[in-house]
């Protein structure tokens, strides 16, 4: 049989790797060898995995020369490798022996009548492990990545152990997951969170990965590092020992190690193995329990425990300090509890004082009741002389466990307590697969569901945000987009043109006009003789006499037509930096109407019932105060306005700034023919002020005195009204404005700038709906009633087309067949 055939032909089998196998797995990967090669170590590897081993161990040390790490004893090695010739042979002899009792079963179904079936009857017996409960785990695989992709800080149910330091709880974890890489030694206590993430892979992909991670943020710390399985134990406790040694403490508490384990027997499934609780001294014992309060406080939601109570002569649980914080914190009906070291019990009391506790009594001293899930009795035997791998330790440990509680002794008083059922590593992954369902059923299922739902919301809350789905299917197809983009942008000028033409009158148009009269009024101070006179106010009627002697009468008309040059001049000037302001002031004004967008404000994020405002947001309130708008108040919180916003699409005008500045071009344009139209009025204006027929301005003279007495008369305010009349008479109106603003042609295929984002969005929204219609198919009765219309309902609102404009719902239909 060939070598690639190896996993075909039943090396797994449904609850582990059988013993026979155990020594011949790969001790890197703990896959079966299929090119077994002799390393300098002495050790047998499969080639593949040495030869990756011997590459990231390489980088991992920073050296390019010939000498590695050995995987299993730490020393230097060479990279010689030569075939192992006897192992090879060792695994084809297993492969066979196993084809031909598949082929026997086929033969004997055959002979029954059941047809063409072969499910293998004699496979050496496997010990019963947590990959047991890969059938009821099997439901979350194909949803996690999604899950997480979708759900912002969404974690799968996590099994904790937790218990005094030296319990046995490492133990523990060790034998239900059957990997050795859990701290176990008496020298070897925990001192920091280890999160296992056991992940199911196909055979050619198993591998084990430790990194530490920062508890708070989850950055990686310490670079991540491939560990062989078969003694993980070692690299965890260099790992945990670099930790200690930076830090300078016993017990990390904002730093935990993380050992990422794909293998083919393990189930989906997050196992942690909290630091040993400590009573003394006190600085230790409030560092162990600061680890498992910032763990409740920010995990403990999706978590189960297992609370580990060494049994003896005189067990109280109620002394234990792991047993104690679990009921501090009331989490009794999400803990099993399990007795360890029960092998150092030899009396026939201490037996029936184990089976006691096990039943839950309260009549025993020192019991504590944990009635939904209850107590499990494991054994904690290392002493396997015989095991050649720490795979075959385990192996061999399980089924001394079995044996210790078929003893008479011992048996006789479970039987007698009728908890039989209650003993060993195989109850405790019953009564886990018990919990976990339950949990999933009552707990995880539907706060998920719940979570979805919030998030399917959130989304499409976004993308109504984004502009209303009308004018972007519209927009994407490129049909009649031209009369929303004109029917949106008339709205917005017709409301905020206005108080626009206010501002404008009141910060361009006056102020230009007082200056205009203030230099009529220096040209009269010149043309009287008397620059240096001072009058109060340039806006009122101003009367003064003069004496001019008969020698400057003559230079009057002269002064006179100077006077009206200079102005003229001036007023050119002033008319030019009048257009520029005006040009200035309407494009910024009305980029601003236009790119108005609809947004919504949560005045205290914190606070679920704060006031949360929907606002008209523009890109320069700051400069224009009127141009902060608040459509709607609610105070209930944030969904009343989601609520809104999904009724009521906004259309943000924003998105389309081709459209835009075509609008603001042409209101430009219209202010250039005002301007064009108002400036030779304007200069009319001044010329006729100085002239003989000039309303404005009177001269009287008389000789009575003997000397020339000329009188002057001149209405200013009378003046800079004439000019103000004027530049209003020249203003457009707003209807005017409006019209041929929107006469403006080439909105038709204009794509909006926000399709890159909306596609995110609706990629969210087909995620989210693909992650609740594959748990409601997982779960069967367990899904919401009705959830095939809903998803319906969510599939109908997904846009037909994508930001390429191809059609999403048709991709998703050819992906799912």
Not at 59 to 77: A, E, I, Q
Not at 475 to 496: F, K, Y
Not at 692 to 719: C, K, Q, V, Y
Request: with cysteine; aromatic share 8%; proline share 5%.
């Amino acid at each position: 049989m060939a070598m690639e055939e190896y996993i075909d032909s039943g090396f797994y089998t449904v609850s582990g790797i059988d013993l026979q196998l155990s020594s011949l797995l790969c001790p890197i990967s703990m896959e079966p060898m299929t090119e077994p090669v002799l390393c300098e170590d002495g050790h047998t590897y499969n080639k593949s995995s040495i030869e990756l081993w011997m590459k990231m161990e390489g980088n991992y040390l920073n050296k390019v020369n010939d000498k590695v790490k050995s995987p299993l004893n730490g020393k230097l090695m060479g990279k010689t490798l030569r075939p192992n010739d006897f192992v090879r042979k060792l695994l084809e002899e297993y492969a066979e022996q196993i084809h031909n009792l598949k082929a026997l079963d086929v033969v004997e179904a055959k002979d029954k009548g059941k047809g063409d079936v072969s499910v293998p009857r004699q496979l050496p017996k496997s010990v019963v492990s947590i990959h047991a409960l890969s059938k009821a785990f099997l439901k979350l695989d194909p949803l996690r990545d999604i899950l997480m992709q979708t759900l912002d800080g969404w974690e799968p149910p996590e099994i904790v152990v937790i218990g005094p330091e030296k319990s046995g709880k490492s133990s523990v974890l060790e034998r239900l997951a059957m990997v050795p890489i859990f701290p176990r030694d008496t020298e070897l206590c925990t001192r920091m969170a280890i999160r296992v993430r056991l992940r199911r892979c196909s055979p050619k992909e198993a591998t084990a990965v430790l990194k530490v991670i920062d508890v708070e943020t989850g950055v990686t710390v310490m670079e991540p590092r491939r560990i062989p399985i078969e003694n993980g134990f070692e690299y965890v406790r260099e790992a945990m020992s670099d930790v200690l040694s930076r830090i300078d403490d016993v017990v990390s508490i904002q730093e935990a190690i993380v050992l990422d384990v794909h293998h083919p027997t393990v189930p989906n499934l997050d196992l942690i193995d909290m630091p040993g609780l400590k009573t003394t001294p006190r600085e230790h014992k409030a560092a162990t329990y600061a680890v498992l309060e910032n763990h409740i406080l920010k995990r403990g939601e999706n978590s189960l425990y297992l609370a580990v109570c060494a049994a003896g002569p005189r067990m109280r649980p109620n002394t234990n300090v792991g047993l104690q914080f679990i009921t501090e914190h009331q989490l009794q009906d999400k803990t099993i509890g399990v007795f360890t070291f029960c092998d150092d019990l030899y009396k026939k009391p201490h037996f029936e004082t184990l089976a006691q506790h096990l039943q839950g009594t309260t009549a025993i001293d020192g019991a504590v009741q944990l009635e939904k899930y209850g107590w499990v009795a494991t054994m904690n035997d290392n002493n396997v002389e015989r095991a050649e791998t720490n795979y075959q330790r385990l192996q061999i440990q399980a089924q001394n466990e079995e044996e210790f509680f078929n003893g008479p002794a011992i048996s006789a008083a479970l039987e007698a307590a009728d908890v039989s059922d209650r003993v060993n590593s195989s109850a405790l992954v019953h009564k886990l697969h018990i919990m976990y369902t339950e949990f999933l059923a009552d707990t995880w299922a539907p706060k998920t569901f719940t979570r979805i739902r919030k998030e399917y919301k959130e989304e499409k809350y976004k993308d109504a945000l984004l502009g209303s789905p009308q004018a972007e299917i519209l927009c994407r197809s490129g049909r009649n987009i031209g009369d929303a983009v004109r029917e949106h942008a008339g709205r917005l000028l017709n409301t905020h043109l206005p108080g626009l033409f206010k501002e404008y009158i009141s910060n361009v148009v006056k102020p230009h006009t007082t200056s205009i009269t203030r230099e009529v009024q220096r040209r009269i101070q010149i043309l009287k003789g008397n620059v240096d006179t001072n009058w109060e106010s340039s806006e009122s009627c101003v009367e003064d006499d003069c004496i001019i002697e008969h020698a400057d009468l003559k230079h009057m008309g002269e002064r006179t037509e100077t006077c009206v040059r200079c102005i003229d001049w001036y007023m050119i000037d002033q008319l030019e930096g009048a257009r520029q302001e005006t040009q200035a002031f309407w494009r910024k004004s009305i980029r601003a109407v236009l790119h108005a967008k609809t947004i919504v404000k949560i005045h205290n994020p914190e606070d679920p019932d704060s006031q949360v405002d929907i606002l008209r947001q523009y890109p320069c309130p700051a400069a224009y105060p009127s141009f902060c708008q608040t459509l709607r108040t609610f105070t209930g919180g944030k969904t009343a306005a989601i609520e809104e916003i999904l009724e009521r699409p906004p259309f943000q005008l924003c998105r389309f700034p081709n459209s835009v500045e075509a609008i603001v071009d042409c209101i430009m344009y219209s202010f250039d023919r005002m301007w064009e139209a108002a400036t030779p009025k304007l200069q009319k204006l001044t010329e006729l002020f100085f002239s003989p027929e000039s309303p404005w301005m009177t001269w009287t003279h008389n000789m009575d005195t003997g000397a020339l007495r000329i009188h002057g008369s001149f209405n200013l305010s009378a003046f800079s009204g004439a000019v103000l009349y004027t530049l209003l008479r020249a203003l457009p109106s707003c209807s005017s404005l409006i019209d041929d603003a929107l006469q403006v042609s080439g909105f038709q295929g204009e794509i909006e700038n926000c399709v890159e984002e909306r596609s995110v969005i609706t990629n969210k929204r087909i995620l989210l709906i693909q992650a609740f219609r594959g748990m409601c198919e997982a779960l069967g009765d367990l899904a919401p009633e009705g959830w095939e219309e809903e998803v319906a309902a969510w599939e109908a609102e997904i846009p037909e087309l994508d930001a390429k404009g191809t059609n999403v719902r048709k991709q998703q239909n050819t992906s799912k067949r």
